[in-house]
């Protein structure tokens, strides 16, 4: 511990929990749950195994001492969870920043309720516009009007900045790249664009795949008249970029091409209670075990403190043959 809270090994502290609520998704995206290893067939996680409300709420207060200041709501789809509003309205009471990322279908029926609970911030995962390109990222049916319909929907209960993440692979929505800033520009949502990572051990991963973030800036400066803004935080994981004319702003996330470990300050926790200290952990701690167990408040606070004083990793930055080798939780266990 220092003054401002805990830090790991390297020095990095703890100011951003995203917690996944589910496991479960509407959507089959091939770079998170691919149909195959995510079909009918495939055992999710029994409901009875979730963090319950008030489990989450216990967890996030005894990270507060810590130096905590954000939680981001995760999955699989957290809209899937039912009452998500009682959630948001437990964190907002505790003081911490509280946002959501989701695939939005469900999003305009719940966008009201979850601004008047407390609800700070919408991220929404959007990879195409184009209706075809769209259905097959998603493998879905559900067609990319519900989506755009949930983004409006959280612009006007005022969730904003709503930001929307793209995930570009090449040669499957590279097209999808200009028209997302067109769409967008001027509407006040800023579009982010993250390089195709190897989270997991299911989406068939190449390097060849990944299209880098400067790639995609210099083929959208052809366009656009762009200039960077600096970060506000060392620990931003987006670059950003602005509209010279003050129409909107992008943002790249590159986690291959420029990895950020050294200034990760995030934290996620499955929808089982695992504390795991980065997206490409190979296991977590059982948090859950611990509060059954009958450890609260500040006994909490120490047994997570303990954990994170102990994190070294930093995955994207020694990614090599190796270490690619090794197993990875998925994304849709932890969120992203």
């Keep these: 511990m220092n003054d401002t809270g805990v830090v790991d090994i390297l020095g990095r502290p703890l100011r951003d929990l995203r917690i996944s609520v589910t496991d479960r998704c509407n959507f089959r995206c091939r770079y998170c ?47 899937l969870r039912p009452d998500l509003h009682d959630l948001v309205s437990r964190l907002n009471r505790i003081g911490v920043e509280t946002a959501l990322t989701t695939n939005a279908s469900l999003l305009s029926r719940q966008a009201d309720r979850l601004a008047a609970a407390g609800l700070d911030r919408v991220t929404v995962s959007l990879d195409a516009l184009d209706p075809k390109v769209h ?4 493998d879905s049916n559900i067609p990319v009007e519900t989506v755009l319909e949930g983004i409006e929907a959280a612009v006007q209960a005022d969730l904003s900045p709503v930001k929307i993440n793209c995930v570009v692979q090449k040669g499957v929505n590279e097209d999808e790249i200009a028209p ?27 390097l060849g795949q990944v299209v880098p973030s400067a790639d ?21 994981v987006a670059r950003r970029w602005t509209h010279t004319d003050g129409s909107g702003e992008i943002g790249f996330i590159s986690s291959v091409s420029e990895p950020f470990c050294g200034d990760c300050v995030r934290a996620r926790i499955s929808a089982d209670g695992r504390l795991h200290t980065c997206l490409f952990a190979s296991g977590g701690h059982d948090l859950r075990a611990i509060i059954h167990n009958g450890v ?39 969120g992203g």
């Design 180 to 206: 997302l800033v067109r769409r967008f520009r001027g509407t006040g949502v800023t579009v982010r664009f993250i390089e195709y990572m190897d989270v997991g051990r299911t989406n068939g991963w190449q």
């Design 135 to 138: 259905a097959q990222m998603t």
């Design 296 to 334: 609260n408040g500040q006994a909490l606070t120490d047994a997570i403190s303990a954990i994170w004083s102990r994190r070294d990793d930093r995955y994207s930055e020694i990614r090599s043959q190796e270490t690619s080798a090794l197993p990875r939780v998925e994304m849709s266990y932890i």
């Design 216 to 236: 995609i800036l210099n083929y959208l400066q052809k366009e656009f008249d762009l200039i960077p803004v600096d970060s506000q935080s060392p620990s931003d």
């Design 33 to 79: 749950m691919p149909r195959e290893r995510f079909g009918e067939d495939h055992t999710f996680l029994p409901r009875r195994a979730y963090l319950s409300f008030e489990e989450i709420e216990k967890v996030v207060q005894a990270c507060k001492p810590l130096g905590l200041e954000k939680v981001r709501i995760t999955g699989g789809e957290p809209l």
